[in-house]
């Protein structure tokens, strides 16, 4: 469960599936966005917490010891779940969620200012997660507000790359009546254009899910996993 290493520096962050660390090039690359997106009940929110809790744990213990902030839009984070799913991969829960920073916003100007949060932070997070990213956004059909959403993404991509951080971001879908019923990514093409990877979250069985490439095309394109009490993993 270790980050991806050239000499000492890790570049890359592990989500603890080995399927989507392979499609992703060895993880969460450090320097990007990536936005996982798709319908409620797929893992999203699983997924944040699990890498977080990667990201925070010890390193003698299997994780990275890295700060992580976790924005919270929409009231998911939970940390009896974090400490579920930690004590599952063995991790020292206690010490992965003592190293993760909450921030709550409710309105937009506030999660714009995500950014300032991190300047806060004792020492620089390796890992931003934005659990939901457009929720706050897309409550409004005016112009002018996806146009935010699209500079705010911009910003995240630009701070990745300075600082050397990992932002991973969660979205939700919408289904298009003028399309036939298609879903699309909730934001469109401002997403599309506001993450260096976008993997589409969705459920093929009961108890069987994929996470697809659909930006860029990467190998595999398609794996799959299963969610248990230790959150996502290889089915």
């Not at 213990?61 to 976790?70: E, F």
């Not at 806060?120 to 934005?130: I, N, S």
């Not at 659990?131 to 996806?146: H, K």
């Amino acid at each position: 469960m270790k980050g991806v290493k050239v000499g000492a520096s890790v570049f890359s962050i592990p989500t603890g599936v080995r399927g989507l660390d392979k499609m992703l090039l060895g993880g969460l690359q450090l320097g990007t966005v990536s936005d996982f997106f798709g319908v409620s009940g797929v893992g999203k929110t699983q997924l944040c917490l699990q890498v977080s809790a990667l990201t925070a744990a010890p390193k003698e213990k299997g994780g990275l010891d890295s700060l992580v902030l976790y924005v919270d839009p929409t009231g998911s984070f939970r940390p009896e779940r974090l400490k579920e799913l930690a004590e599952a991969r063995n991790l020292d829960a206690n010490k992965a969620l003592s190293q993760i920073y909450v921030y709550e916003p409710r309105v937009m100007e506030e999660q714009i200012a995500l950014l300032n949060q991190i300047k806060k932070m004792d020492r620089k997070p390796m890992l931003v997660v934005v659990d939901s990213v457009a929720e706050l956004f897309l409550a409004s059909e005016d112009a002018s507000i996806r146009g935010m959403l699209g500079r705010h993404l911009h910003s995240l991509c630009l701070t990745a790359l300075k600082d050397n951080m990992a932002f991973l971001l969660t979205n939700s879908v919408r289904t298009r009546l003028d399309k036939g019923g298609l879903t699309v990514e909730a934001g469109g093409n401002i997403m599309a254009q506001g993450a260096h990877f976008r993997i589409k979250l969705s459920k093929k069985l009961e108890r069987l899910f994929s996470a697809e490439a659909v930006q860029p095309p990467l190998r595999p394109r398609e794996v799959y996993y299963k969610i248990t009490t230790a959150g996502l993993v290889d089915a």
